[in-house]
Nanobody, 123 residues
Framework: QVQLVESGGGLVQAGGSLRLSCAAS????????MAWFRQAPGKEREFGAA????????SYADSVKGRFTISRDNAKKTVYLQMNSLLPEDTAVYYC????????????????WGQGTQVTVSS
């Protein structure tokens, strides 16, 4: 089992950048696929990015591809989401999630979640 705590959210103008962090606790962190999801008010939670246990494989939703970068530091038990060229449409609560073995794009397939951090992008 792993516990996740997100940080780094805030208010930023369109075109700006933020870096989100997800601090993990638990002995199995390096063996977990990690992902970032986001959820805007009244909308379904959607996949943003995922990274495999070694950090060598990543995947991105089309909506963030080319703008966001996911990375992880297993020694620090932390996963990051570097968010560049932010758009008002990126406004949402961002959640860190973890699962074993395989990456996935469906929120229901991730059993471990952080509490979320708010990202607001103004025009």
């Amino acid at each position: 089992q792993v516990q996740l705590v997100e940080s780094g959210g805030g208010l930023v103008q369109a075109g700006g950048s933020l870096r989100l962090s997800c601090a993990a606790s638990g002995r199995t962190f390096s063996n977990y696929v990690m992902a970032w999801f986001r959820q805007a008010p009244g909308k379904e939670r959607e996949f943003g990015a995922a990274i495999n246990w070694s950090g060598g494989g990543t995947s991105y939703a089309d909506s963030v591809k080319g703008r966001f970068t996911i990375s992880r530091d297993n020694a620090k038990k932390t996963v990051y989401l570097q968010m560049n060229s932010l758009l008002p449409e990126d406004t949402a609560v961002y959640y860190c999630a973890a699962r074993t073995y395989y990456s996935a794009t469906q929120a229901a397939l991730y059993p471990y979640w952080g509490q979320g951090t708010q990202v607001t992008v103004s025009s």
